[in-house]
């Protein structure tokens, strides 16, 4: 890779692709989250880390409008993509989903066949002219999921059928399909064992040089494998963020640094 | 004595050995239950339970035997010339058991000492009029034989009712001194009591399948009569249904069976959509409050009894279907039609539909809600491509049932689609034309054996054979239905 490409990208990283203001997320009379900024860079993997209920997951949900389909969720501020608010009435919540996919803590695959599964989201947005079209993104999906060689000879057997490390390969490969900007991965691996949480972390590594990824884990040491910015929660507070290696090894808050060590949480 | 007597003396035995039962326990274990191994009461359910079950099971056991064992015998002393000319066995019999009734109630076994004595003319007209006088009327005097076989059968039923007094109570009073003595303290009580419960759980069980393989096996007699006196190829495979009482009647199943399944067709055409959608709505879109609200009042729908649907075919939707649509349309003058039973019924089974699915598709996970709107589907997407395939298998099961009630249903095509089978020797317009009249079969099993009928002619006996057929039919129905839900749930598990 020449010089100018390495600027180019490097540029390209440091510029945000999603710049979360002075966010407040309310569920009825529960203040979930706390005037959170945030911002989220372009080909780069962001690790939320914080003890259970500190409101990483939420937050997460409001950088797709998921949350929109609680009826008690209120959300305050303001969350740009690309400079554009997504909570702007012209915005349609169907469309962002479409440019920033999901992957969630179970595998929740669809009960239809592995194909199925993964051209749904090209089916319905109509990203393939024909068959043949179709069949590629599927294939190109499952590959970049790294799946493609288990799956290639039985596409029409059921997602179901799959062992739960392949279910959620198969889910990331599923997002990967309706060709999103930006992936949101709520605790990925906390279903999975050792050897299936090595082969999808392989995968967001591989995935962060097409996409900015952001992911919410409780394991502080898939955060420090992963990522390479690291975002701490603490009761609905962001209570630090920065580069990853910076977070773990010199935090600055006193609470950032209990919480890494294992004293809270 | 009664067996409602003996039932009370059990009970009150039972009561006393629980009591019995439990104080005996406690005593063993110097009044501290905690040197006991189970609760004090279920040393007392244990002598209760000891007491009650091998005795109620002799009570049942001995009522349901011992009728038919006396009834042989007498039928044995009956002398073979005494029957003959119009009268059958059967008939006599339930002459002799009904003069024996009567000679309970009259109590003037006095009046009689040895069954075998014969008895004067003037004697038996007398009792006639004795008889009459209790309630028991007799179309003429009484043979002597028949009134000898009563007197026989009444003495050996109070025979019989006084040992199974002697033994019923005997079983009880055993169990009661075997519970109380082998009740202390380290006796398992609570093991053997749950054993019990066990068995009478399974014993509930057991009594469901029994009675649905008694009314097949009932039904299974007659129609194995009816088969004996008519080709079962006509049955089966004729077109026309003219039964008449006089002898000489086709009796097919063919034009009753296409009336059943045309309008349980129309019937699922009106209910399939709109129970399914009332329930993609109640259970998708609907607000809390307006479930809350709009569910129970779907479901009372459900608690109409079929006659008033009846009611509503016959005066409303009757006449309005044929107003509206079959005189201008010029095909069909009659109120009564396939249409109008069909759409009443479909009506009916609306709540069927919409209940179950609204459960079944509530049961499908959010989880995978969720992943179809994270990846960009909108709200009917997700419920078209999703969630009704998810939930299809248990959709297919409750559409299913919503189809046996159909096939079952007899007020409201009474009502609505009137008592002619349909012909098919008219050509198939006729067959085809919701607005023409027909019936199904239910219908003709209930018109068959109403009115005053010989039970043992083909024009009566084909009501089993049609109502078995139904049966069949419904059974497999339910049968698919389960195997459809238990194939694709593993799937979506």
Redesign the interface.
């Known amino acids: 890779m020449n010089d100018l490409a390495l600027a180019a990208k490097t540029e390209a990283a440091l510029k945000p692709k999603i710049s979360a203001k002075g966010v407040d997320v309310y569920y009825a009379d529960n203040h979930a989250i706390k005037n959170v900024d945030v911002n989220i860079l372009d080909k780069t993997v962001t690790a939320f880390i914080g003890p259970s209920g500190c409101g990483k997951s939420t937050f997460l949900r409001c950088l797709?409008r998921?949350n929109d389909?609680i009826?008690i969720a209120r959300i305050e501020g303001e969350i740009l993509l690309d400079g554009e608010d997504i909570y702007d009435p012209k915005v349609d919540p169907?469309?962002?989903?479409?440019?920033v996919?999901?992957?969630?803590q179970?595998p929740?695959?669809?009960?239809?066949s592995i194909f199925d599964n993964v051209s749904?989201?090209p089916r319905?947005?109509g990203m393939a002219r024909n068959k043949a079209e179709l069949e590629e993104i599927v294939e190109s999906a499952l590959r970049r999921a790294a799946l493609w060689d288990e799956v290639k000879d039985r596409l029409l057997a059921?997602g179901?059928?799959l062992s739960g490390g392949q279910q959620q390969r198969l889910?990331i490969a599923?997002?990967v399909a309706?060709a999103p900007e930006v992936l949101l991965m709520d605790e990925p691996c906390s279903a999975l064992d050792p050897i299936a949480t090595a082969q999808i972390e392989e995968l967001i590594d591989e995935l962060r040089q097409n996409y900015s990824l952001v992911i919410v884990t409780h394991s502080m040491q898939q955060a420090a494998r992963v990522s390479q910015k690291t975002a701490f929660f603490h009761l609905g507070n962001l209570v630090e963020y920065g580069e990853t290696g910076h977070i773990f090894t010199n935090p600055e808050d006193s609470r950032t640094e209990a919480y890494i060590t294992g004293r809270i949480g | 004595m009664p067996a409602l007597w003996i039932v009370a003396i059990l009970l009150a035995l039972a009561a006393a050995g629980y009591l019995a039962g439990r104080a005996r326990a406690i005593r063993s274990a110097g009044g501290d239950r905690r040197n006991m191994h189970s609760l004090p009461s279920y040393y007392g359910a244990n002598v209760a339970m000891t007491v009650l079950i091998p005795a109620l099971g002799l009570l049942v056991l001995w009522s349901l035997i011992q009728p038919s064992l006396i009834e042989r015998s007498i039928a044995d002393d009956i002398p073979a010339a005494a029957i003959g000319g119009d009268t059958t066995l059967d008939l006599m019999m339930a002459d002799v058991r009904r003069v024996a009734g009567g000679l309970d109630q009259l109590g003037t076994p006095t009046l009689i000492t040895k069954p075998a004595e014969a008895p004067s003319e003037e004697f038996l007209s007398g009792l006639r009029e004795d008889l009459g006088s209790v309630g028991v009327a007799l179309a003429s005097d009484i043979a002597p034989g028949v009134f000898r076989a009563a007197r026989s059968y009444q003495l050996a039923e109070a025979n019989g009712r006084f040992w199974m007094t002697i033994a019923v109570l005997g079983v009880g009073v055993l169990g009661l001194a075997a519970a109380y003595a082998v009740t202390n303290r380290e006796f398992r009580a609570r093991n053997v009591v749950e054993r019990g419960i066990l068995a009478g759980l399974i014993l509930c069980a057991l009594i469901a399948i029994l009675t649905t393989l008694g009314i097949v096996l009932s039904m299974l007699f007659e129609t194995q009569n009816f088969f004996s006196q008519y080709s079962w190829t006509e049955f089966f495979f004729g077109l026309e249904w003219a039964p008449d009482f006089r002898g000489n009647s086709s009796l097919s199943i063919i034009p009753l069976l296409w009336g059943t399944l045309y309008i349980s067709l129309i019937a699922l055409l009106v209910a399939v959509p709109i129970g399914l959608f009332a329930a993609i709505y109640l259970s998708e879109y609907a607000s809390p409050r307006m479930r809350t609200y709009a569910k129970p009042m779907i479901e009372v729908l459900a608690g109409i009894p079929t006659i008033v649907y009846g009611l509503f075919a016959l005066i409303t939707v009757g006449p309005i279907l044929r107003d509206y649509f079959a005189l201008p349309m010029g095909i069909g003058e009659s109120a009564s039609s396939v249409a109008t039973a069909g759409v009443v019924m479909g009506v009916m089974l609306i709540p069927f539909v919409s209940s179950l699915s609204d459960d079944i598709i509530n049961a499908v996970p959010q989880a995978m809600r969720d992943g179809s709107f994270g990846l960009g589907a909108t709200h009917s997407e997700t419920i078209r491509q999703v969630v009704i395939p998810a939930a299809l298998p248990g959709i297919v099961g409750a559409i299913l049932l919503a189809a046996s009630r159909a096939i079952g249903e007899t007020m409201i095509v009474v009502l609505g689609a009137g008592a002619a089978a349909a012909q098919f020797n008219r050509g198939l317009g006729e067959l085809v034309n919701p607005f023409e009249a027909m019936t199904t079969v239910t219908v003709k099993i209930v018109s068959q054996l109403t009115g005053d009928t010989d039970f043992a002619s083909p024009e009566t006996l084909v009501a089993f054979a049609l109502g078995l057929t139904l049966f069949v039919i419904t059974l497999g129905l339910n049968v698919l239905a389960l195997y459809i839900v238990r194939k694709y749930r593993e799937q979506y598990e």
């Open positions: 797709n998921m389909t009826d169907v469309q962002l989903r479409a440019k996919g999901m992957v969630f179970k929740n695959p669809f009960p239809k749904y989201g319905i947005h059921p179901t059928g889910c599923r997002a309706t």
